[in-house]
Structure formats: C-alpha cells, structure tokens
C-alpha cells in the first residue's frame, strides 16, 4: 500500500523532511495536473477509498490497508462518497484537507517512532511550516482544473443562486445535535419524532446529527452516510447514496 515504500524508514529529521515532500508532491499532483483521473478513480459505487501519497512524488487511489494496525498512518476513509454530492472545487478542497492532516500524522509518526526529542521535533515542523499547504496550493491557484466530464457545476451556479443566500444549515436541511444542557426542544421533537432514517430505519434522536438528501428528500443519521458536521458544511446539495448510484435516463 506504500508504493513499495513499506522497507524505507527515515530516522533524521532530514530524512523525514524528505518523506513529507515526495509525499506531499504526489498528492498535489493527484489534485491538480492529474485531477481527471484522480475524479474517474474516486467511484462513489466502489468500495471505501483513500488517496496516498508516496516519497517517490507519486499517488494512489486504493483500499485501505487490511492489517490492524496499520504500518502507517491511514489517510482519510471513503473519500468518493462525497464527490457527487459536492461541488467540484469544494471537494478537492475537503480532500485536500484531509491530506494535509495525513501527511502530518504520518511525519510525526516517524518522529515518535524513532524518538525526536523537543528540538527535533520544532525543527521538523519548521521546515513543514514553510511550505504551503496542500489546501493552499489547491485554491491558491487561478483556475483550479476540474473534470471536463461534469459539467454540473454552470448550470448549477444559476440554479442555486437564491439557496446561496439562504443559511448554510437551511440549504442543507440538517439537524445539529442538541447540547447536553439545553432542554429538549418539544417543536423539534414533535416535527421529526416521526421521522425514520432512510438507511437504518431507525426514530430521529435530538442528540444526533441528521441530514436530508435534497433530491428523495428522505433524513439519515449522518453516521449511517458517513456524513459529519463538518464536512455538511462543505456541501451545498446532498445526494444520499441511494440517489447519487441513480443513471440518468437517456433522452
């Protein structure tokens, strides 16, 4: 899963550096020069996927890795879910996050891992600090290349020009879970105490995240579609998986 890498472990803070940078080469090139193929690889209909870097400046886009645990520190899980419920840019830009988060964990797992003391470690991140990151590189650029294949994105622009100006958590027709010391809102309760998830089937609940798919219109707990408060935010239309698997008919 390491690019053949799995035999080659930095020790110097050097060595580490060395590693980020292939790694994160690759990962910038997966996100922007070879943006086409990295959109076709990430399937919503396959499998969870992950998107590795590798110190050879190349990337993949495959499975996690099968033992527990793992060599290395994973990269974010199921990425593909969320490519058709997004808009283009946005999605890059939430993978491009959480590639920035992996990239970090797996420096610093060296660093623990062969025992950098208090200096090694700020010198590390130093030299981490004054690159940009890969979320910055992402939308830092004039023009972010997008797949030709979806053209969603134009004519979506018109359509959802009146939603924009709506609040985020309205356009999304999410309900965010309630905190422990405030009481039970009865009008919430009564308007979704019938309301059944649309993949487990069970009742609404006050004390957790739900999300509406925008083209059924049915409500699922955010952690049956692996959908998190913090990447709803990101969306602007919500298509659950049932609906995001749909064909559309030819005319």
Known sequence: MD??????????????????????????KALTT??????QQCDPEKENLCLYGFPNEQWEVNLPAEEVPPELPEP????????????????????????????????????????????????????????????????????VRT???????????????????????KNLKSIQPKDEDEGPDEEDEDEHGETLCGACG?????DEFWICCDVCENWFHGKCVKITPARAEHIKQYKCPSCSNKRPRAS
């Open 202 to 206: 069970e009742n609404y609940a006050s």
């Open 147 to 169: 797949p030709a294949s979806n053209h969603s994105n134009n004519k979506s622009k018109t359509n959802s020009k009146q939603r924009a100006q709506e609040p985020q958590t």
């Open 76 to 143: 974010a899980l199921g990425i593909n879910f969320a490519r058709d419920g997004m808009q283009d840019k946005d999605w890059l830009s939430l993978v491009a996050v959480h590639s920035d988060a992996w990239l970090l964990s797996v420096a610093f797992y060296f660093g623990a891992r062969f025992g950098f003391d208090k200096t090694e470690r700020k010198r590390l991140f130093g030299m981490i600090n004054d690159l940009p990151t890969i979320y910055e590189v992402v939308n830092g650029k004039d023009k």
């Open 34 to 39: 070879d943006v086409e193929d990295f959109y």
């Open 3 to 28: 690019g053949g890498s799995a035999q080659y472990n930095p020790r110097t803070v050097e060595e580490v550096f060395r590693d980020f940078k292939g790694r994160r080469a690759g990962l910038i």
